[in-house]
């Protein structure tokens, strides 16, 4: 049976009210759900409007300011910069899917360590760490060559989009910058002939 998803209330004075435990939280704690992949939904209290991604990009807005930030200044610049552009949708996707598939690489090697090193042996944190340090190259490779497939097949897909674009709209008669449009040519009849 799924979990029941947890209703997180906002107040106007900008409190969090969790009704699961009848207690007000804070972004800690909702980091904290988040962290336990406990589902929940914060909604603002008077409107019923559904709060949840801006409190998540607050709790990611306040982890990049505490000092190891994961995304540089021209990461955002660029993701700023598909905002409104046809791409949007299709850049959202890719970067869900990226991460899932990373998410997906991290289960493997978790599943992999617990195989090897039996349930006490890569738990914690600490011991993450140093596994990553012993095995940091092979996983950047990994990761890099992934990546780099990951967008040689997305340039490709927008080569397929623009060559399908330009054969899909090539029988309209665009006007050249500038220029003027072609004059229609005369319709002719069977076999060729003028009518």
């Known amino acids: ?19 699961a435990t009848s207690s007000y939280i804070t972004l800690t704690d909702v980091k904290a759900l988040v962290l336990e992949q406990v589902p929940f939904k914060v909604v603002d209290a008077k409107t019923n409007e559904d709060l949840t991604r801006s409190i998540l990009l607050q709790i990611i807005l306040e982890e990049e300011s505490a000092g190891a930030p994961m995304f540089s200044s021209d990461m955002l610049s660029q ?11 299709m ?3 890719y970067l869900e899917k990226n ?8 289960r493997k090697l978790q599943e992999q360590s617990l195989a090897k090193f039996g ?14 340090k012993m095995q940091g190259p ?14 040689s097949t997305f340039v490709e897909m927008q080569q397929q989009l623009q060559k399908q674009a330009r054969t899909m709209f090539s029988g309209f008669p665009f006007t050249p910058f500038g220029g003027t449009a072609p004059e229609p040519t005369e319709p002719t009849g069977t076999g060729g002939k003028k009518s």
Not at 79 to 89: C, E, L, S, T
Not at 99 to 105: A, P, V
């Open 91 to 93: 850049m959202g996707n």
């Open 119 to 132: 349930e006490g042996g890569l738990s914690g944190n600490d011991a993450w760490s140093q596994f990553i």
């Open 138 to 151: 092979a996983i950047q490779g990994l990761m890099g060559s992934y990546l780099e497939q990951s967008a």
């Open 79 to 89: 993701i700023i910069r598909f905002y409104g552009n046809a791409m949007q949708g």
């Open 99 to 106: 991460i899932q598939t990373f998410m997906e690489i991290q």
């Open 1 to 19: 049976m799924a979990e029941e998803l947890r209703l997180i209330k906002k107040y106007p004075n900008r409190r969090l009210y969790d009704t």
